[in-house]
């Protein structure tokens, strides 16, 4: 009986070890999605002080 539990408890531990990495892995997931947004997000930010440093140059030759 005393080897029967043991294995048990071994099994037991080995899905919650697993359960714990799909979490991390899930999590680790999520991070690289927000930072790619982020990125995006600096990119449109760069291109919008592109075009304005632009427009204010054509005002500053037209006036």
Same mark, same amino acid.
């Given at each position: 009986? &005393? %080897?029967?539990? +043991?294995? %048990?408890?071994?099994? &037991?531990?080995?899905? +919650?070890? !697993? $359960?714990?990495? $799909?979490?991390? !892995?899930? &999590?680790? %997931? +999520?991070?690289?999605? =927000?930072?790619? *947004?982020? %990125?995006? *997000?600096?990119? $449109?930010?760069?291109? $919008? &002080?592109?075009?304005?440093? =632009?427009? =204010?140059?054509?005002?500053?030759?037209?006036?």
């Amino acid at each position: 009986p &005393q %080897r029967q539990q +043991q294995q %048990r408890q071994q099994q &037991q531990q080995q899905q +919650q070890q !697993q $359960q714990q990495q $799909q979490r991390q !892995q899930q &999590q680790q %997931r +999520q991070q690289q999605q =927000h930072q790619q *947004q982020q %990125r995006q *997000q600096q990119r $449109q930010q760069q291109k $919008q &002080q592109q075009q304005q440093q =632009h427009f =204010h140059h054509i005002n500053a030759v037209y006036l």
